[in-house]
């Protein structure tokens, strides 16, 4: 059975920065095309950023220049490491495949404040 399990946030000041983690199991993560999400308060959850298992990124565009997803495929763990962190950016953080294949984790909360 896949599982997820996001870790790394927590509370920081605008303009900071914080690395995300996804460990998982289950998946065959060679081969997955990873990706981040997140949901903030009273909206959908909405897609941050992708990598192919050949290392091709994609990102929002609310986030382009400022996050990074990176991933440690023999571990079987995602990164997300965010940078110049905006207020806008608090929401829970989640990893699934890019089109949710899997029962989601528990995420990972971040919150940024001005």
């Known amino acids: 059975q896949a599982r997820l399990r996001e870790s790394g946030g927590g509370l920081v000041q605008a303009g900071g920065s914080l690395r995300l983690s996804c460990v998982t199991a289950g998946i065959n993560f060679k081969i997955a095309h990873m990706a981040w999400f997140r949901q903030a308060p009273g909206k959908e959850r909405e897609l941050v950023a992708s990598?192919?298992?050949?290392?091709?990124?994609n990102y929002a565009d609310f986030v382009k220049g400022r996050f990074t997803i990176s991933g440690d495929w023999p571990r079987a763990t995602l990164f997300l490491k965010m940078d110049s962190l905006e207020p806008e950016d608090t929401a829970v953080y989640y990893c699934n495949t890019l089109n949710r294949s899997y029962g989601w984790g528990q995420g990972t909360q971040v919150t940024v404040s001005s």
């Open positions: 990598r192919t298992s050949s290392g091709i990124t």
